[in-house]
């Protein structure tokens, strides 16, 4: 059914490495809707390469479009705002975004929308922010997830438009990557995150410890990760070992977070995104490490990849025209 209304609706998309998305806020920034396509790798691989990712996203954004169409009128889409590259910094580049990038244009050039572009990092942060109903001001960034490991500054300090600066980040491994190598060691599907975590609800008391590999606000998890299979070689309980992982990777986030903060004591709070960041363990251990200070975690459906803030960016930034 398509539906007809007098509401002006804002319009994001994502394509990122794992994920197509696409979403609609209305110009009160309630999600209207939201539909994901996760991208399928093959049973015992890491990940996709860029082409066959490209592929996917050609395939599936038509499909999107056309169940978006279904329900709405494109006459009240105003506006659209799509990820075109993985930062907000120069030469920050990776062909999937290409794709939501050439389908956005031609949809506003074709159904005469405003067009806005910005970066898959900063519509981590504006669905994180929009989430958590975090007031305005600068923030201490912890985005977590299989792509990335940082810390950044940011303020959003006109509608819309994020300042980002670097903090601190991994030498290496991602947090996510961490998981996926010893999940693949485990024998656990890709992604393995939400498979680790079930496994590691059933740890016993006797856990082993991983080190910690932590310098100011840099990080690196190759090092514990060569233990992890070490420990599985040697026939460490999977679900014990699943729970060492998760503890490992908050106490070095914790630690991370801890020396960026001690160096500029001037945020409104630190805000935690990113796939990594829907683990109840690991959300858990950062609150309580943290504890008296402000700290916001995206929701758990919008932490990991969406266009949730895409559209938030789109409806944010029309009303600066």
Known sequence: MNRSSDQILCLGLDTSAYTTSLALVDQDENLIYERRIALQVKEGELGLRQSEAVFAHIRNMPLLWSECRAEFQPE???????????????QSYMPVFKVGEAFGLFLAQTIGLAYFNSS???????????SAAADNGLYLVLQISGGTTEIVAAEE????????????????????????RIGRKMKLPFPAGPHLEKLALSAGLDLPTLPLAVKGAMISFSGPASEAERLLERGCRLENLARAVETCIADSLNAMVASAWKEDNNYAGLLVVGG????VFIRNRISIFFKGKKVYFAGPQYGGDNAVGQAITACRRLKQK
């Open 120 to 130: 898959h990092q900063e519509g981590h942060i504006m669905a994180g922010l929009w």
């Open 157 to 180: 300090q006109i509608p819309g438009s994020l300042r980002i600066k670097l903090v601190g980040g991994t030498a290496d491994l991602n947090a996510g990557q961490f998981i996926d």
């Open 276 to 279: 990594v960041s829907a683990n």
């Open 76 to 90: 009240i889409i105003k506006a659209i705002s799509v990820s075109d590259r993985p930062r907000p910094r120069e």
